[in-house]
Structure formats: structure tokens, C-alpha cells
């Protein structure tokens, strides 16, 4: 009878340790985790290395995961969990495929409240959903062996002494079409629809078409075409792999940014850590790491960067004043029609 006695003893125990860790679990408290969904290779490195610090301090008992995808791995992913838990507690994108998700209801609109670095946001760069981590601006690149004097305007990509030495990078067409926009007024009132014969006109100087970042670095490079649109930091990444031929400029009339940002999904799981994970991206001693390893501008005003890291990867006040806000709702509600449009009138003749 005693053993009987001491055997249900020992069961109760059990139960009641179970039921305590059972508790541990569902309460978070049992290695708490933020889960980040971002790029891979030297990227989640530098995030490792850059904003896991800043984490840390004020989070040390949470471990950061990282779950390395492409971005269409990750746009899957959301879609597909969009109705119950999510795996990503930040997820990180660019601009325009954040706003994919946003149009579809998939990510939380913040409460920047619980981001303080957020108050030193740039101001062009501000989204109520995500917060901005690294930036650069689309720039006229030009052969500075083929073109003698800086442009000025994006007009001279329709100039035709340039005719057969203009590139476009398919998958920016849009920046063409904005260049359009500006020279016609068109842009800033999101209008860009008004330019499409403006821009259609630059098949009369024939340009040359290109399927991939590389083959347009190396075209602009040995002067198989003087001019296109890309991004400063495109510039930097091509200068230091080959020489230092290729100039960059913001035209007169303005641009508008390429941002890489993360956001909160509206079903993450750990939301307190994932705001201050978005809080550590913006920590300027991290930003300007950023800057100084992948050659994109900072996206904060307090960030310190050297007048010689400025010059290479990032604006001045004159140039940040020409990079322009834009509805990146519209640009993603139109940018499938508009792609239509640019196979069968642009790029196929």
C-alpha cells in the first residue's frame, strides 16, 4: 500500500512538472526567439554582425533566427500563412515587394512609438508599415570616356547622339518611365501614364536592352553603351570591380529612392521583440557600417558618415533634395500593366 501511495505520488509530480513546462512554453518564456525572414550571403552577415548588437542590448535573453530566402520564397511564404501563425516575426524586402503585401493585407501597420530611432527616419524614406534600412537613389550612369560633361537632365538619354549607346535593364523599366514623367511634369502628381508617348519615343534612338544587372554593368563599362538609369550604389559595386569609368548624377528634374526595408507580418508571433529588431536597423552606428560594406546610403539623419564615404555612396543635402517621395501604391497597382505595355511597345521593336 505504501509503494502504491509513493507510486501515485510520483505520478502527480510528473504531471504537475509537465503542466509547469507546459505553461514555460505557451507563455514564451522557454528560449523566446525573433524570427527574421531576410536575403542570405554577406547581407544576413552584416546583420549579424551589424544589428544583432543593438538587439541584444536591450533583448539579450531572445535569440535572433534567421531564415534565409530569396525574395519570392519569402512573398510565398507570407501569402500562404496569411490566414494563421506566421513564420516571420520581421520580414525584410524592398519597397516595391513590401508594398505587394501590404496591398494584400499581410503586414501590421507600425506604432512607430515603439521605435525611437524612427524620429531620425529620413524624410523622403518614411512608410507607415515598414521601417527603411538601406537606401540609394535612381542616378543617370554615363561612360565618362564617351560622355565628356556631366548631364544635367534625364532628356540626354533621348538625345540622338547617343543613338545606339543606350542601355535599359529590363527590370527597371518604371524608372524609365518616371525620367519620362519628369521631363513632361507628370511625375510628382503620380501621373505617369500622361508620358507613355514620351517615353515610347526613345525607340527612335535604339537603345540596347539588357536581362541582367551584370551584363549592363559590363556593357556600360567597355563603352558598349555610354548611358542608362540605375542606382548609385550599382555605380560603386561596378567602379570597384572594373576601373573607375562610370560616372553618376541626379538629373535636375529629380528621382526617386530604391529602399530595402523590413516590416512587421500581422501575424508574427513575438511583436514586442520584432519592433526592437526594426529599432536596432536603425541604430546609426549600424547604418553606417551598412554604408561602408554594401554601398548603399543610410537611411537616418543622425548616422556619421566621412565626407569620403558620403562622396562614394551617399547624397548631398543639394542631391537628397531631388530624391522624391512617390506612391508606391500606385507604382505597385499599375506596375503589371505598365510592364505589359513596355514588352509590346518598347522593348519588341
Known amino acids: 500500500m505504501k509503494k502504491f501511495s509513493l507510486f501515485l505520488s510520483m505520478i502527480v509530480l510528473l504531471v504537475m512538472l509537465a503542466s509547469c513546462k507546459g505553461d514555460d512554453a505557451a507563455s514564451g518564456e522557454t528560449n523566446p526567439e525573433v524570427v527574421v525572414g531576410a536575403w542570405g550571403g554577406d547581407y544576413q552577415q552584416f546583420l549579424m554582425d551589424f544589428v544583432n548588437p543593438g538587439f541584444d542590448e536591450v533583448n539579450s535573453d531572445t535569440e535572433v533566427v534567421y531564415v534565409p530566402e530569396d525574395a519570392p520564397s519569402r512573398l510565398t511564404k507570407l501569402r500562404v500563412e496569411k490566414e494563421g501563425d506566421g513564420t516571420f516575426d520581421v520580414v525584410q524586402l524592398s519597397y516595391d515587394t513590401i508594398q505587394e503585401m501590404i496591398d494584400e493585407g499581410i503586414m501590421m501597420e507600425l506604432d512607430y512609438s515603439k521605435i525611437p530611432n524612427s524620429k531620425h527616419i529620413k524624410p523622403n524614406l518614411e512608410n507607415p508599415y515598414f521601417v527603411p534600412h538601406i537606401y540609394s537613389a535612381g542616378v543617370l550612369l554615363y561612360n565618362k570616356n564617351l560622355v565628356e560633361e556631366e548631364p544635367t537632365s534625364w532628356e540626354v538619354l533621348w538625345d540622338p547622339k547617343y543613338k545606339g549607346k543606350v542601355g535599359i535593364y529590363v527590370d527597371v523599366f518604371d524608372r524609365w518611365l518616371y525620367a519620362a514623367a519628369t521631363l513632361e511634369g507628370n511625375a510628382e502628381s503620380m501621373e505617369w501614364d500622361k508620358s507613355w508617348d514620351k517615353f515610347i519615343s526613345i525607340t527612335e534612338n535604339d537603345p540596347k536592352f539588357y536581362t541582367s544587372q551584370e551584363a549592363l554593368g559590363t556593357a556600360l563599362q567597355t563603352g558598349e553603351i555610354a548611358l542608362t538609369i540605375g542606382w548609385k550604389s550599382r555605380a560603386v559595386q561596378w567602379n570597384e570591380a572594373g576601373g573607375d569609368p562610370i560616372g553618376n548624377v541626379i ?16 501575424n508574427a508571433q513575438n511583436v514586442d521583440a520584432a519592433y526592437d529588431y526594426l529599432n536596432a536597423m536603425l541604430e546609426p552606428e549600424s547604418q553606417v557600417e551598412f554604408a561602408a560594406n554594401m554601398g548603399y546610403d543610410t537611411t537616418v539623419v543622425n548616422a556619421k558618415m566621412s565626407d569620403e564615404l558620403i562622396e562614394k555612396v551617399g547624397f548631398s543635402e543639394e542631391e537628397t533634395e531631388l530624391v522624391k517621395s512617390v506612391d508606391f501604391g500606385y507604382v505597385s497597382e499599375n506596375y503589371a500593366a505598365w510592364k505589359d505595355k513596355f514588352d509590346r511597345e518598347i522593348a519588341s521593336k
Open 251 to 266: 538629373p535636375q528634374e529629380g528621382t526617386y529612392p530604391r529602399i530595402y526595408g523590413g516590416g512587421i507580418p500581422a
